[in-house]
């Protein structure tokens, strides 16, 4: 006789049918395609990757993406604890547009916040004849890429702050405030430290996103070698000129760069049992 | 320290939590304000605190006006309803906190810190726990924690919101009577809200009931209970039976009941009337029949019903209900009924 089933629980072979269906529906779209880009990559030998991977242009692409998630990402972070402190702890009128306006970028198409970057900024547009008469370059430069990408990526901090520091509601803050702490004194002591770890997670996210985002930066950067191409946008231009080795050597590193950001994530998720769960 | 509270009225948005209430305080008193949910006594207590501004009214210290002083200013010690401990701060460290958020001479030296925060556990017995976080402690022990917290400022009044209302029926009768130990041991004014009259009335040395934002009484325990100046306080505080009727000429008629109502206007009344002060026999009784009986220890609680179909309790020794049996008419009678016109 077999063993009574849990109540709760699903006969085996609907376990068994919807597991498989989502492994092979991960494998399929997921890990396939990653494989292939390590398998392309290796297509001629590690020294082909090592080539195209030190090629100077590519070594100029690497450079720039990370200094853009360098100026990108603390800026980003540091506006999604002010804005997420703000929406989460206060009350003040316009509080729900602020909430909408920071979802605009994920609402917007990345080619779309490019192409308002160009419109401002560039020969033709608003401060066009302004920006040239000092000589400052934004579009088509690095300035132009920096300001793309925190706009891709400004949602990812406040996102994930908001709704937890509406959980854990003002009481804390308000302990501290009548014991005598000052508003400053409050949000260093009591409202970050119970954030750090949501914050943590928050910049991952944002880091990842920064480090590959293509539409916007593709649009604002004029794809200048060595100059203004990222990653993801020098990834491009190998695979359009049939270098599909140096295509896919980039490739990979970008894609161990994203692995490397989801390994420390998933070292978060175990270090603080309360992040866990609250996946996305 | 004294506390008054002059004609405060309070708004959130179109919905009034405060509608001119005044409240005095006497220096080192333990008073209970109670009420159902939305009667306001939160909101009373938090504009007390300093952590509300009235739209209008006094809030006054010792006679000096905190009306718009900060919480820290009134030197007010809070305990919230969850709590609110710093979770990523030890016990010793949450204690502390009002200490070292002092700056200049007003901060004391690290090891007075040490020790006034180790008298504080010793008070509340929590002695050895220094080193623990909130999350290592049990519901109880985290109310100590934010109890010592709330007395580390020396405050001049300590507030408490629902100060037992998490806890488990065992350990808010002990912490009841320790909050009672530790406002007899420092002598500090203390004011608690509650919605449970029970603890308003075994604890507090007076009770202001609120209702819709107002308050309907302030009294000693048996002053509200003996002697209900409302219909609202009769039936908040303690048990009552309510019955509807009619005042003509000082008499209440009503579920076919008739009660003595000296005073009371003609015209539509609601009599209470509490279960243990119903007798069996005795003069001017009435009838009713016997519908239930099930004994609690020395009493016999007895549901009936009046003549005119009204259902009653009665409370009476249990000895006397030994003989009655169900469906059997009875007697009962009361030489104390609180009538309120309508």
Known sequence: ?280 | MTISIRSVDKRFGRYPALNDVSLEIADGELLALLGPSGSGKTTLLRTIAGLEFPDAGQVLFGGEDVTYASAAKRRVGFVFQQYALFKHMTVAKNVAFGLDVRKGREKPSKADITKRVDELLKLVELDGLGGRYPSQLSGGQRQRVALSRALAVSPSVLLLDEPFGALDATVRKSLRKELRRIHDATGVTTIFVTHDQEEAMGLADRVAILNAGAIEQVGTPDEVHDSPATAFVCGFVGDANRIEGLVAAGVFNGGGVKLPAKGVADGPACAFVRPYDLALGGANAFAATLQRVSVQGAVAHLDVTTSAGAAIEAVVARAEASNLSVGQPLKLSTAKAHIFPV
């Not at chain 1, 770890?197 to 910049?203: A, E, P, R, T």
């Open chain 1, 1 to 280: 006789m077999s063993r009574a089933r849990h109540p709760t629980e699903d006969p085996l072979w609907a376990k068994v049918l919807i597991t498989a269906l989502v492994l092979g529906f991960l494998a399929l779209v997921l890990l396939l395609p990653l494989a292939a880009v390590f398998v392309e990559a290796f297509r001629r030998g590690a020294g082909a990757v090592m080539g195209a991977v030190s090629n100077p242009d590519a070594i100029a692409a690497i450079k720039l993406t990370l200094l853009t998630a360098a100026i990108a990402v603390p800026f980003n972070a540091v506006f999604g604890l002010c804005a997420s402190w703000a929406i989460a702890k206060h009350e003040f009128p316009g509080k729900s547009f602020l909430i909408t306006l920071i979802d605009l970028p994920f609402s917007v198409s990345p080619v779309v916040a490019g192409l308002i970057y160009v419109l401002v900024f560039g020969m033709q547009g608003w401060f066009g004849e302004a920006l040239i008469d000092h000589d400052i370059k934004i579009v088509f430069a690095v300035p132009g890429i920096i300001l793309a990408t925190v706009f891709v990526t400004f949602p990812f901090v406040a996102r994930e702050l908001i709704p937890l520091m509406q959980e854990q509601g003002t009481a804390e803050e308000e302990a501290a405030i009548s014991m005598g702490a000052s508003g400053l004194y409050t949000f260093w002591r009591v409202t970050a430290p119970n954030v750090r770890w949501g914050l943590l997670y928050g910049v991952l996210l944002c880091n990842a996103r920064a480090m590959g985002e293509f539409g916007a930066v593709s649009v604002v950067s004029g794809h200048i070698r060595g100059l203004t191409n990222t990653m993801p946008l020098h990834v491009e231009i190998l695979y359009n000129e049939y270098d599909f080795v140096g295509a896919f050597s980039v490739a990979a590193l970008l894609c161990l760069l994203a692995v490397a950001t989801l390994v420390l994530k998933g070292l978060l998720e175990i270090a603080q049992p309360a992040v866990r769960g609250r996946g996305h």
